[in-house]
Structures are given as C-alpha cells and as structure tokens.
C-alpha cells in the first residue's frame, strides 16, 4: 500500500508521490533535522520478503554510497522502519530526459552538453568497478545544474572492462513486459550481450549511451519494432538509420555514436573516459571544421556548386542592405539573380521563402530516401532538414519567419524553423495550399473539392469560410492572407473558368479578381504577381480597396507549370522572389519492374502521368495527362504493344481517376467540368459519347475501382469535414451508393479483393497513413495489413498477394488466404521504387504502379533522375519594374 501523505519514516516525513517502477517507489519527503527536502526511495512490502528484489534494492544502496559525482544523484541516508526499507537520495527538480525527447529532438549543443555530462557519470560508475545496466533517459534527469545520472538499482559490480564477472542476472523490463526470469534491463536500452545473457562491462554502458544520444539529436529511438521479439532482432542484428542527415553540421558526433552502437564490444568506446574526451573534442569544435571539411572534399559537383551559390547570396544580401543604407533612392538598387540546387524531390513546387526574405523553406528527399522539409537560411553554405517532417507538402511561412506549416499523412502540422516535435494543428483530406495570419489564423484548402476553412494555428476544429458555386465551382484553393489579416486572395477551379478572387474572413461573399489558371500571390507594398502561358506577370494591386489598376508587366518567363493550378514561385515582404523554372519534359515514363526491381523496358514517350492503371487483359494502360500549357487534365489510353498514346477524353475540364470496367469494355472516370466532381462513363475505344453516370448534389465523388464480377464501383466521397471516405456504388437495382468504410479521418485508395469478399484500402486514424483490409459489403471485420506505414494497395489477380508502397517508396509484397476467413503474412519488401509523389497521401495523386495478374511485373509511373531545375532567387525583383 503507498505511503499516505504524513507518514514518517525515521526524521522524513512523507509530503507526496514521485513515481512508481519494478524496483520501488519514491515520494518526495521533508528531512524534519535539517529542514530540507530530500527523495525516499522505498522498497514496496510485496518485494520486501523476496531475496532477489532485497538484494537489489541493498546493492543500489551499496552502489550510489560509493560515488559522490556531480552528474550522480546522491544518497544521503539508509534506514528501515517497521519492516520498511528505505534510501534517502537528493531530490531534484527539473524533467527526466525522456520526458524531455516525448517534445522532440534536442538542439545539438544542449545534447552534446547532456552527452558529456552522462559520459562522465558512467566514466565514475566504472572507475568503481560499477556498471549500471540500466541506462536510458528515464533515468537521467534534467535540472538546472546539469544532468543527474539516476536508479543503479539493476547495477552490478564488476572488474575492468572486457574482465569475465559471470552472467549478467535476468532483467526487469517496462511495467508492460516486467516479470522475474526475463531479461534485466528496458529492452529499449539494452546491449547485444545483455540480450543474450552474456556478461556485462562497461561497454555495454557505452552501447546504451549511444542509443540515448542517438535519440537525443534525431528525437527518434535507434531501434524499434512492433513486438518483444521484433525490436531484440532489431538491437542484435539491424543497424539504426544512419545520422548523416540528422547530424548534417556535425559529422564528427555521427562517428562517435556509430563506434558506440558496434555490435561487438571490441569494436565499442572502451571506456567511458575515452568516449567523454572525445565528446569535449567534438564540442569544441575542432572536430566538425575538420570532419565538415572532409565531407565537403567528397560532396558532388552538384551540390559544391550549391553551396557556392549560397555564399553569393550571402554576398548579394549584404551588398543590398548596403546600398540600402547609404541611399534613400530606390531604383538605386539592382536586380541580382542566383540559382540553388536543392537535393531530389518529386514535389519541386513544394518551396516558400520565408516573410522576411532570409529563409527558403522545400521538400526534398535525404540520402536514406525519406521524403522531409528542409530549411536553408540564405546565409548558410547548407541545407538542414527537419526532423518528424516526414513526406511533408505544401510548406508555408508564420508572419513571424520563425514556423513552417505543412501537410503531411492526411494533417495540418506546424514546426519550429529551430527544430523540435512538429505539431498538429488539424486533419486534411487532399490540401491544395494554406496561409497563416498575423492574428493566429490558417486558411486552408482541406479537400480536393472544397471551399476554404479558418483554424487557429494553436490547433483545433476548421470552421468554413467560403462555400462553394455549386452550379459553376469544384474547388477554393491557394489561398493568400493580405495584409490585413481579414482579406485573402484565392484561386477558384470551375473547370470552365478558372480565376483568382478576394474573399473576407467576415462574409461568406467573394469578389472576381482577374481569369487566371494558376493561383497568384500579393506582394507589398502593391503588386499582384500570377501566371499566363508560364510567365509570371506583374500588375499594382491596392490591398485596401482590392482593385487592379495598370497593365501587367512580365517579369519571369519560362516557369514551371503544375495541373493541380499552384504557382511555381514564392515572393518575401521586402523584395526576394524565388522560382522554379519549366521542369524537363517528360520526366516521368511508364516502365516495367520485375519483382526484384530489374528494369524491363519502358513504355511509350515521356510524359506529365499520373494514375496509371492496366486493362482486365494487362494489353493496354490508362493513364491521366496534363496539357501544360493550359493546365487541362485528360485520360488517355496506350497500347502496351505498339506504345502509342490515344487521348480518351477532350473536355476543356479535368478528367481524373479513372478504372476499367471487369470486361475492359468502359471506362468509368470522374470530372468537374460541370462543377463539383461527378462520375462519367465512355466506351474504351473513345467511340461514341462520355455519359454521366453518378452525380451527388453538392458534393463531389469519383470513383477509384471496379469490382470483378460488376456489381460494385468503389467511390472516393467527402463527409462534412472535406476527409475522404470509401462508398459503394450498386451497378444495378436503382444504383444508390452508400458508405462502405468511413471513420473520423481520411480513407481513401478503395481496391477489390478478386472475389469481391474484401475491400483493401489506406486509413490516417492510427496517425501515420496504414493499409487495411475489411470485409465487402458487411464491414464485420478489420485487419491492418502493413506496418510502419503504406498506401496505394493493389491485389494481385488470384488474390494470394497484396501489394502496396511503403513511405520509403520501396514496393511491398503482403501474402494473404481468404475464404470464409482472412489470412495474411508479414509484408516483405521487394525492391525500392521512383514512383510520382512517392507514398505521400498529399500528392494528389492516385495510384502509380499496377500489377499484372500474376503479380510478377510491375507497371511504375517513375520520375526521371532529374526532375525538377534549380531555384532561382531573385533580390530586390521590383527593381526591374522600373527598366
């Protein structure tokens, strides 16, 4: 029974509980002779009578008495009372570092301080034979002397390290996993040689050390897995994801943690005094100018000319603020142009500059193939990315240059440009682009077909704030807050029409601004920059009475077109416009994969593809195109043996997701051209009429797959928070369609099991997107297919395989058995992809691979080795306004 509040144990009186574990539990409590507050830690009486749980708890007695270190909590007293036993430790005030890493990464040199203060704790520890074999951040605390090194009631007494001193004894583990005759320790933290119970040394100190600083600076743990048995196979054979992104700016620590995670002891820091000198080194500095500079020997070509490009920058800033200073004359000042080569992306439109001009913001992908934010202030020789920014989209700026907002796995999310955990400000279904007010707001676009939505940045429930045109409008997206913080500029979609208006966060009213298909952007002090035939034009905008006036002036030409109406530039408050010029053409091509990833030849020319998909008799493909120079999306089909393009549709409006009927006869596909998405239906050879097939009134719908006896379309509907969810459409009867799998979040890429039993789709209600199978039309059960993330599943034809794309991009390969029931086995990968958008939900696009039926090709919609041309930053751009 806990220790009621006032109970004394010898001078201490009880005040509160601290905490609970296996070994103990510790109040916080008044020492009543020397007035001071102290920590009693307190052998519970159901442990008391057993010799091992004594034993332990006398040897933690036996182990803090012989060390008195700065960076060690120290023991004050030992007593029992009344059968109680009990230690008196110091009581600190601050966090436990776990605590603190529950927020996210630490800075580098907070955790490099922290490191070195734990280094040098262990490196007591050992110096007394002692071994405390249960490091991990719990156990260490944070105050504002510095950390303390805690709990050395699993520690062992031992010789100098590599010395045989017995088995280790059998571990406790998390309250979830604590029993007697397992393995002694977290199983978080713990060495090779402890899992295998082997003896251990100080080394086995040293390899948890490099497990906890490993966490520290990529706020990640090194080793994970989904079960006991999974996450020791991890610690005894897999290596941690390397940290040569995570530790960009400072090699040198990467190596040092890298020796300490060896496998084999031999190969570890030998001890802990070693190891904390060399921490100091790194600290220091020395050793990131030299290994920095070592790296910077072996970079490419590519990326030295980057970095040079970047120091110009910071050369060009500095002249202007110069010429700034010593004149009050503007058209004083110059244009300068500079280019900056980001790593590969398959988002090149996904950039913003910073309000103040200083920062550019993008998505890219880091040598391990994560696809992350990365930020690159213009006075830097380097990009960092930002940790938990996985598959990001879509950035954009706080007023203040100091947040970044994003899209990612079906969410709204923002983070510190300064690092730290990114926070989640509300769900998304498909976002078409967002903006964030001086007075806290964001005004976003959270589906493919909706109005815009207003949500504080601090997190909560999207309220509406423009409503759609249902008779002309399928679509309010890009918004832009103008300096008021009440008006906003939009791009409208209406398929025949499309246009950039002002909207008020007041009135649901809206005002036409001009007829444009790409959004545009406001730029003080009065200019309103947009796009015709890819050329960024200028026109004086005032934000007060929101009227054009002037004729446009060209400024950029040659941009970047995009089919989903976003613009290929970002403007700052005081003069720096960046861009992205036309992208390769035809840098992306079908092409065909055997199940080992060995290329078989491409098909067709290159092209601007999205959604792919096989006919019944894998004879042709269907795809979607964009026509770049009016924006306009049609569905074409392609013969695979002849590799010649035949365009199925021609409506100036956008045609999408499109799916064979099970005969190959039809193609069902969705359109906007009358507003809101609707479902159409044409012969395959293109002969005779486009029909429509399904409109829901005030809503939009597409369809996304056929099942194979013909009885069901699957459909991608809205509900009222613009999230997509599964309906079913009846190909017979009076053809009512009806939700099939829906849930507070986002599901989406519906696909028929082969005998029309199951249902695989991709759902965000477990955060992270997953692949999920559930039974059709009676949705009595649910099991999640994939792990560690997935979407984009596709059964293979006899349905003993489901496919899918794991975040990575890598292609993976589930087995699975139905019947009267489902089975399925452990996904296997089969090889790593380029395919469009990779596995990010926010990339709007549909399905990029398909699977022939016997599962052993595999059709890919991949991007070219270079998608996308350099960023051009362009300083002081209203300078050539004048000329």
Known sequence: MPLAVGTKLGPYEIQSALGAGGMGEVYRARDTRLERIVAIKVLPASLADDPQ????????????????????????????????????????????????????ALPLAQAL??????????????????VHRDLKPGNVMLTAAGAKLLDFGLAKTVGPAGAVAGLSMLPTTPPNLTAQGTILGTFQYMAPEQLEGQEADARTDIFVFGAVVYEMVTGKKAFQGHSQASLIGAILKDEPPPLATALAAAPALARVIQICLAKNPDDRWQSARDLGRDLQWVAGGSAVGGTAATAARATTVRERIAWGVALLAVAAMLLAGAIRKSSNTPTALETVRLSVVTPDTSNPLDFAISPDGRTLAFVAYTDEGKQLLWVRPLSATAAQPLSGTEEATQPFWSPDSRSIGFFTQGRLKRIDVSGGTPQTVCDVATPRGATWSRQGDI????????????????????????????????????????????????FVQAGKGNGVSVGSIDSKESRHLLDTNMAALYAPPGHLLFVRDGVVMEQAFDATTMALTGEPIRVVEGLAQDPFNRIAFSVSENGVLVYRSSTLKGNRQLSWFDRSGKPLGSVGPGGDYFNVELSPNGSEVAFSQTELRTNNVDIWTMDLANGKPQRLTFDPAIEVNHVWSPDGSRILFGSNRNGPYEVYQRLATGAG?????????????????????GRFVALSVPDRNSLNQVWALPMSGDRTPAASVTSAGTNDFPRFSPDGKWIAYASNDSQAFEVYVQTFPAGHGTWQISTGGGIQPRWRRDGKELFYLAPDRRLMAVPVRSGSSFQFGVPVPLFKTKTVGGASYNSGYSAQYDVTPDGQRFLLNTEADATATPLTVVLNWTAALKK
């Not at 700065?70 to 570092?97: F, K, N, R, W």
Request: with cysteine; glycine share 8%.
């Open 689 to 709: 009429t486009e029909d429509r097939l399904l409109q829901i009134p005030g809503s939009t719908v597409v369809p996304k797959d056929w099942s194979m006896d």
């Open 443 to 490: 005004l976003l676009t959270r589906g493919t077909n909706s109005g815009l939505s207003r949500v504080s940045a601090a997190g909560g429930e999207p309220t509406p704030v423009t409503v759609l045109d249902a008779a002309r409008e399928s679509s309010h997206r890009y918004p832009q807050f103008l300096p008021d913080g009440r008006h906003f500029l939009f």
């Open 53 to 104: 749980f004594r034993e332990r708890f006398d040897r933690e007695a036996r182990t803090i008495s012989q060390l008195d270190h700065p960076h060690i909590c120290a023991l004050y007293d030992v007593g029992e009372q009344s059968g109680t036993s009990y230690l008196v430790m110091q009581y600190l005030e601050g966090e436990t570092l776990e605590a603190r890493l529950n927020r996210g």
């Open 113 to 130: 301080q922290i490191a070195i203060q734990i280094a040098e704790a262990l490196d007591k520890a050992h110096r007394a034979g002692i």
